[in-house]
């Protein structure tokens, strides 16, 4: 449940942040008669959203098992590597982000009436499509439970409580610090979803190695107890892993953890005016 409260939490502050830049932006520059247009975008994206977590939940349904396991192991795959490029992507773009967003704005502000609709839905549309797949594969591993949806929508709920702070101006949060230590502990998310794929795979056939096992430490890590759900529903560690799964893991996190932290250690050399224009680039725009 931590797990996914952290993936909707990172998410939808990403999109939070970007609505409120959006907000903030027509607001200075005279055009509040923009803003329903941004709405209706948003709207559009969080229905295509739901539309899409809907079809990854149901579809699969009435399939054989082989089929199923063949397809949440595949879809597992994508989202990790979907989320690991949204990861590095939002390093390498948070100083550029308000920019890059303005600029659309300036293009459709005086054009058609649903160029601007589709600027907010593409922008939130994005992090709502990662945030299903994704969350859809971290359930999956999970297990069907009602817990990982339960942990997502108090991500996103809280997410939507900062985002309005940003936006009223009453929360300066250094975005900086937060992507970055979210970002080092979703790969670390990511490695357990990407090894329970691996393991959907090898059920479907598709992959060898099911019965050769790495490890077995099921008596001491009981998936029923607690410590046991816990580490399950963070890391989604499995007590019995097989070879291929401990080695997709290790060579998932080990190369792509010190990628991500030499990129941090980047940025830290940047100037002080560009740290502190990542730091909190929402309250900025809405002062």
Known sequence: MSANFLIGLREGLEAAMIVVLLLAYVARTGRRQLVPR???GVGLAVAVSIGFGALLTFGPRGL??????AIGGSLSIAAVALVTWMVFWMARTSRTLGSDLR???DKVADGA???LVAVAALAVGREGLETALFLWAAAQSAGQSSSPLLGAVLGLAAAAGLGYLLHRGALRVNLAK????TGAALIMVAGGVLAYGVHDLQEAGLLPGLHSLAFDVTAAVPPSSWYGTLLKGTLNFSPATTWLEATVWVLYVTPVMALYLRSYRRSLRRTPGETAAVAAPSASAAA
């Open 64 to 69: 054989t098992f082989q089929a199923q396991e």
């Open 103 to 105: 600029g659309k704005i």
């Open 38 to 40: 941004i709405w209706a």
């Open 113 to 115: 009436a649903w160029g």
């Open 178 to 181: 937060f992507f970055t230590w």
